[in-house]
């Protein structure tokens, strides 16, 4: 019987474990910071217009704006 031939092919090489876990743990981060900041740009892009309040006190109490942008 002939034995089967083998072709000298060094094996891929694998990455560890640990660094596997660091590039998960940096891409989890840079999702988050990445969605903290899009927040924080939405809360500034996107002020409400003027609405209807009371400028003055009412007498039953009604709410009125504390510091008013109009």
Do not use: W
Request: aromatic share 4%.
């Amino acid at each position: 019987m002939s034995s089967p031939v083998t072709l000298d092919q060094p094996e891929p090489k694998r990455r560890s474990t640990p660094l596997m876990l660091l590039m998960a743990a940096l891409a989890i981060v840079g999702v988050l910071i990445g969605a903290n900041a899009h927040l924080v740009y939405v809360a500034f892009a996107s002020q409400p217009d003027c609405v209807a309040h009371l400028k003055t006190e009412s007498k039953h109490g009604g709410y009125r704006a504390a510091k008013s942008a109009c």
